[in-house]
């Protein structure tokens, strides 16, 4: 198993983790959580960079809880050709039906505030973009599969997934992700997530 970085390491927002495992020959990939980098234009650029691997290639994404540091990139993700399933607990699936549309709406309010200031002459620097719309955030929410605290599913031959109550927020948890890789006895690994408050 190897597993990458790419957010929240060094910082606090856009925790991303790429994870890929071998299977009955194959290479597999599979992300826990997209989070959002927060924090003006530089955060922005950081959005918008783009991924080290192609997102159809990509297996699932397993999401630790709503907040959207770590729920938020999910739109573009799916926009750039991911359209696997997510899986997070039921509670945080309704949370981001409020939290995702919420955070388009609110880049395209920004959008068109700059817009409007940059008409009247009074906008300096770069102007914001909207990483995603409202619409995509619906064709998204099609590719949530909710897993409930304590239940173990199979996610593919050789991968079982676990959520335990994280006490973060809301639905947040815990992820216990069993791996049995080719020639190699099952190992465990476990994402926290964000813990407590
Ligand atoms: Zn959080």
Same mark, same amino acid.
């Given at each position: ?6 957010? +929240? ?19 597999? =990939? ?33 999401? @630790?809880?709503? =907040? ?20 997070? @607990? ?77 006490? =973060? ?24 997530? +964000?813990?407590?408050?």
């Amino acid at each position: 198993m190897k597993i990458q970085f790419l957010g +929240a390491a060094g910082e606090v927002t856009g925790s991303r983790h790429a994870v890929e495992v071998n299977l009955a020959g194959k290479t597999r =990939h599979f992300m826990v959580d997209y989070g959002m980098f927060q924090g003006g234009r530089k955060a922005t650029n950081k959005n918008l960079e783009p991924l080290p691997f192609s997102p159809k290639e990509l297996d699932f994404v397993i999401l @630790t809880h709503a =907040h959207i540091d770590h729920s938020g990139l999910l739109p573009r993700l799916c926009a750039q050709g991911f359209n696997g399933p997510i899986y997070c @607990t039921s509670a945080t699936y309704e949370l981001l039906k409020i939290l995702l549309l919420d955070s388009a709406h609110l880049q395209r309010a920004d959008v068109e505030r700059a817009e409007r200031k940059q008409k009247a002459g009074k906008w300096r620097g770069e102007m914001p973009v909207a990483l995603y719309s409202r619409e995509g955030v619906e064709m998204t929410l099609t590719q949530f599969e909710v897993v409930e605290y304590g239940q173990q599913i199979e996610l593919m031959p050789g991968i079982h997934l676990e959520f335990r109550n994280a006490g =973060h927020m809301l639905g947040s948890a815990i992820a216990v992700i069993d791996v049995a890789e080719d020639g190699s006895q099952s190992k465990r690994y476990v994402f926290s997530g +964000a813990i407590l408050g």
